[in-house]
């Protein structure tokens, strides 16, 4: 998953709210409608899951008409892609498809346990961040243990030639 702005700005008028597609969120509102079915009651007008939408997302919520903010659909619809952790990148995923619920466990999980975040480190973060943050961590624990099985090949001991040749690098070392 690639890493994505923390933040999806939504236009109402001439006004910009910042929404934020945390695993909290999209917890709420996966609980509440699902994500086929809270796209569909946007994309038919239903101003309820459009606010409940922006509710669940932002701090602050848009002082605007009713037509405004359903003009705002078409934006809303993309953010919904994006909360429910679409690859909208168009990159062909290697993963095996996951329900919902699986995937939401499993991304605390990784929160709390892999990176030891707290709890309301976990739900405020999204989706990308803990999986790219995942990933960093997983990387920096090859670096540290190396990765299993490729470190294992060729790995005889040196031969004493190589032992010589360290042992001629170390004294021109000098310490400062």
Avoid: C
């Avoid at 086929?36 to 606010?51: C, P, R, V």
């Avoid at 669940?56 to 953010?79: N, Y």
């Avoid at 060729?154 to 031969?159: A, H, I, L, M, V």
Wanted: aromatic share 10%; charged share 20%.
């Amino acid at each position: 998953m690639r890493l994505a702005a923390n933040t999806f700005a939504l236009q109402v008028g001439d006004k910009s709210f910042d929404l934020k597609p945390s695993l909290r969120a999209a917890f709420h509102l996966h609980q509440k409608y699902g994500f086929a079915e809270l796209y569909q009651a946007i994309d038919d007008g239903s101003f309820t899951a459009i606010m409940d939408l922006i509710a669940a997302t932002s701090d602050a919520m848009p002082v605007a008409s009713i037509g405004t903010i359903l003009g705002a659909r078409k934006q809303l619809l993309k953010f919904v892609l994006i909360l429910s952790g679409a690859d909208t990148s168009g990159e062909k995923s290697s993963g095996k498809p996951m329900a919902f619920d699986e995937y939401f466990t499993k991304l605390y999980q990784i929160g709390t346990g892999w990176l030891g975040w707290t709890a309301a480190d976990t739900w405020n973060a999204t989706p990308a961040e803990i999986m790219n943050a995942h990933a960093g961590r997983l990387d920096m624990l090859k670096a540290v243990f190396g990765s299993g099985k490729d470190d294992q090949a060729g790995t005889e001991p040196p031969s004493k030639a190589d032992l010589n040749a360290i042992g001629d690098l170390t004294n021109h070392v000098r310490p400062r």
